[in-house]
């Protein structure tokens, strides 16, 4: 059994269509549709065997925006591109592109929920 700080996160969403969008037009990726007690939800893609797991998710109750718990998001080599392509898809960049010594680098971005969230590459 694996024990990591974080299994598992949530991204809430007031509109659902419009924040998959977002994420996938700026990640470059595909996120799968699912729904759980009357929730729906867009998956990151993600190794259940290797990393942690999240989705977008629109559920009544539970609104999006900053000022809580930080997460951040692997966009490994393509720093650059998720910051320069937040701005084309309607989200802020909060933070540039910054060195984080032997870390790596981080950025960070309120997406188009107003949620901030924290971007991490090596390079």
Not at 34 to 40: L, R
Not at 51 to 73: K, S
Request: proline letters at 2%.
């Amino acid at each position: 059994m694996k024990k990591n700080a974080v299994n598992w996160f949530e991204l809430y969403v007031a509109d659902f269509a419009r924040a998959k969008r977002f994420y996938e037009a700026i990640l470059k990726l595909t996120m799968q549709e699912a729904s759980c007690s009357g929730s729906k939800m867009a998956i990151f893609p993600y190794d259940s065997n290797e990393g942690i797991g999240g989705a977008l998710t629109e559920m009544a109750g539970c609104n999006p925006g900053g000022g809580g718990t930080l997460i951040y998001l692997n966009v490994e080599g393509d720093l650059d591109g998720v910051l320069d392509r937040t701005a084309k898809c309607g989200g802020t960049i909060i933070k540039p592109r910054t060195a984080i010594g032997e870390h790596g680098f981080i950025g960070i971005i309120k997406d188009s929920e107003g949620n901030v969230v924290g971007l991490h590459s090596m390079k």
